[in-house]
């Protein structure tokens, strides 16, 4: 990734490395290693020697461009993103995500080539970097598309690049999947043997007019695929069944399996009994929870994105 590391910096970096592999039970178990620690072994695993530093009588500032790469061990919390950008006449961009330089260290690159559709990895930065979304290839000094929350050592958030209208205006939603003060989704788990759904459409308002004409909404009731809105979790707790768009989640709780998922355009007057935009399944995990993001792709259909949050 371009990074430049002195020597000795490259040999406490892989020992630091190797002792988190080991304490994650070493091999190639993926399952067995914690995801925020993958971009760092990254950086360990592509690293290239600095050259020889020449001696000199003055002090000279360094070149930014030649600041070292930080200490992986400095890594902390667990970020993702998600590219669902559409901007004008249904274009896309791929785009990539740079932690820029500070005073001290030198800029890293946390995703690269990230296509429309898509959902990066989980990945860490030290604290003090300010992450950015860049056109692929941009660099890290690049045109900043859309800035990214920098997750402390206790939080995990999925920051979801879209628009805000037909014309390609940025939204950068968060959704919080666990936080130092034990909540989100991976810590507000459903009750045991049963699974969460957690639907949310980041960008179908931004498509209202012509959605309303292909499909009836762009707003939805979500169904069981069997001309019954599905329960939702909010009702347990003595509220009205929510509608899915804009900024309105909707959470499910399921039992384990494949369970279908149908939406039906909210103001339809049937409910969800006729009219159904789309349908589609989740394989819903016992005590886990699942990210389904509703999106549009052109402005005129639907499709969804189905996450594992770990």
């Avoid at 030649?66 to 249904?90: F, H, I, K, M």
Wanted: net charge negative; glycine share 10%.
């Amino acid at each position: 990734m371009g990074h430049q590391f002195a020597r000795s910096a490259v040999a406490a970096a892989i020992a630091v490395v190797v002792a988190a592999l080991s304490a994650c039970g070493g091999g190639d178990d993926v399952a067995t290693q914690s995801p925020v620690l993958d971009n760092a072994r990254q950086q360990v695993a592509s690293v290239t020697q600095a050259p020889e530093a020449t001696e000199s009588t003055t002090e000279v500032e360094p070149d930014v461009a030649e600041l070292p790469a930080p200490d992986p061990s400095e890594y902390d919390g667990a970020n993702r993103v998600v590219n669902l950008w559409v901007g004008t006449d249904g274009d896309v961009r791929v785009v990539d995500v740079w932690g820029r330089r500070t005073f001290t260290h030198g800029p890293i690159l946390l995703v690269e080539n990230l296509a429309f559709g898509q959902a990066s990895k989980y990945f860490s930065a030290p604290p003090g970097y300010s992450i950015v979304v860049v056109g692929a290839g941009a660099g890290p000094d690049g045109d900043e598309l859309a800035g990214m929350f920098n997750a402390d050592a206790d939080d995990q958030v999925t920051m979801i690049f879209t628009n805000d209208d037909p014309d390609g205006a940025v939204w950068a939603p968060n959704i919080w999947e666990k936080t130092s003060a034990e909540t989100g989704l991976a810590t507000d788990l459903p009750r045991p043997g049963s699974g969460l759904v957690f639907l949310y459409a980041p960008n179908t308002r931004s498509f209202d007019e012509t959605l309303t004409s292909a499909l009836g909404g762009s707003s939805f009731y979500v169904g069981n695929g069997s001309a019954e809105c599905a329960h939702q979790r909010i009702e347990d707790q003595g509220f009205q069944a929510s509608v899915l768009g804009g900024t309105q989640d909707v959470q499910l709780e399921l039992p384990p399996g494949p369970v279908t998922i149908s939406l039906h355009p909210w103001f339809s007057p049937d409910d969800c009994d006729q009219t159904e935009a789309l349908q589609f399944t989740v394989d819903v995990i016992a005590d886990s929870t699942v990210l389904v993001l509703v999106y549009s792709p052109d402005g005129e259909t639907i499709t969804t994105l189905q996450l594992p949050v770990q």
